[in-house]
């Protein structure tokens, strides 16, 4: 079983700074891209960053150049960091990751049960 926990969320003032992280564990042979994802009430869930195993990122418009995303692939990690936060980054934040469990089974989808983010003006 491959599972994803992330850690880091909280309750912060506008302009502040927060930490996301997600490890995933379990059956793992290789994996690919990693993302973050958020959900706010009402809204449908976005992309907010992604990044390749060889560390190639990219991100959304609204985030661009205050989220910085990372991974340490020798621990199956990927971070997020948020700067000069807005109180539109209120959400839930997912982790998902494309997870192969073997050599001999393809990549799959497999999402965090998401942390919750909220910032107060």
């Known amino acids: 079983q491959v599972q994803l926990v992330e850690s880091g969320g909280g309750l912060v003032q506008a302009g502040g700074s927060l930490k996301l992280s997600c490890a995933a564990s379990?059956?793992?042979?290789?994996?690919?891209?990693m993302d973050w994802y958020r959900q706010a009430p009402g809204k449908q869930r976005e992309l907010v960053a992604d990044i390749t195993r060889g560390g190639r990122s990219n991100y959304l418009d609204s985030v661009k150049g205050r989220f910085t995303i990372s991974r340490d692939n020798a621990k199956n990690t990927v971070y997020l960091e948020m700067n000069s936060l807005k109180s539109e980054d209120t959400a839930v934040y997912y982790c998902?990751?494309?997870?192969?469990?073997?050599?001999?089974?393809?990549?799959?989808?497999?999402w965090g049960q998401g942390t919750q983010v909220t910032v107060s003006s």
């Open positions: 998902h990751a494309l997870i192969s469990p073997s050599t001999y089974l393809p990549f799959r989808d497999y």
């Open positions: 379990g059956s793992i042979s290789r994996i690919n891209a």
